[in-house]
């Protein structure tokens, strides 16, 4: 792993993470408290098992599912906000203001071109509009080498297509949290490169702080810190 200068102060901190689906006999602890701290500038690999509970470590660090206990502290404007104790809306706020989400089957917006898919981000998180977020949609889509698929709805898209716009999406408007769910599953490996060296930089240059699921043992050089998950025990396995 590469030497890098991080902080060490976490700006994303899950303490004591539990999360059980189902009622009697098909109860099934997901996490089993869970803690893990992100830190600027660092592109952490979170590995393990199908099943072992990573989509649903990254839902809740997220603040997409509420956990059933535990505390997720994210630094915002300059003080430490739990996720989980803000009104619905404030944390819909904070979601659109400060995280990118890279979902495991992408969920674009069927209706809405690539270059759409992107330039709304922009607008919802009030960072840019009109030809600003144009320009801006457009560079990151000429990085992910889609600048010929702009105009194209998901429907007529590639998977590995669709996957780079959602990356595209979760980075454009240069999130402080950037949470990607296996976001090299369906790419073959120049361009599987090309994602992580944009993660990296998100992370290494822009200070964000990034989670990436992957099954996938190739990523290890690009990342910072690595953690194993396994029948919702989490381990962190090494540090660069
Ligand atoms: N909405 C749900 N209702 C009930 N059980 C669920 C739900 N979501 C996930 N689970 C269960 O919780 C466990 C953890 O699921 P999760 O999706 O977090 O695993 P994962 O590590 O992301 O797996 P994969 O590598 O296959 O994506 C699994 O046993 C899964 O069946
Ligand atoms: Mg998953």
């Given at each position: ?42 592109l952490a690999l979170l590995m ?193």
């Amino acid at each position: 792993m590469p030497a890098v200068v991080t902080s060490t102060t976490p700006t994303l901190r899950g303490v004591g993470l539990t999360k059980t689906y189902g009622d009697g006999s098909a109860r099934r602890a997901a996490l089993k408290a869970v803690s893990i701290d992100l830190r600027p500038g660092e592109l952490a690999l979170l590995m393990g098992p199908s099943g072992s509970g990573k989509s649903t470590l990254l839902a809740v660090l997220s603040g997409l599912l509420e956990p059933d206990s535990g505390q997720v502290l994210a630094e915002d404007e300059g003080e430490l906000r739990d996720v989980w104790a803000m009104t619905g809306k404030q944390r819909e706020d904070y979601r659109l203001r400060t995280t990118g989400f890279v979902f495991q089957g992408y969920n674009l917006f069927p209706a809405l071109t690539a270059r759409q898919q992107l330039e709304i981000v922009l607008k919802w998180g009030g960072y840019a509009g009109g030809s600003e977020a144009r320009r801006r949609a457009d560079e990151m889509l000429d990085k992910l080498g889609l600048a010929p698929n702009r105009h194209k709805k998901p429907a007529y898209l590639s998977g590995g297509e669709k996957q780079r716009v959602a990356i595209g999406r979760a980075l454009v408007k240069d999130p402080s949290f950037v949470f990607a769910d296996e976001p090299t599953s369906a790419l073959d490996w120049e361009n599987g490169q090309r994602v992580m060296e944009l993660l990296r930089d998100a992370a290494h240059d822009r200070r964000a702080s990034i989670l990436v699921v992957s099954h996938d043992h190739r990523l290890m050089p690009y990342v910072d810190a690595y953690y194993h998950l396994e029948d919702g025990h989490l381990e962190e396995r090494g540090r660069g």
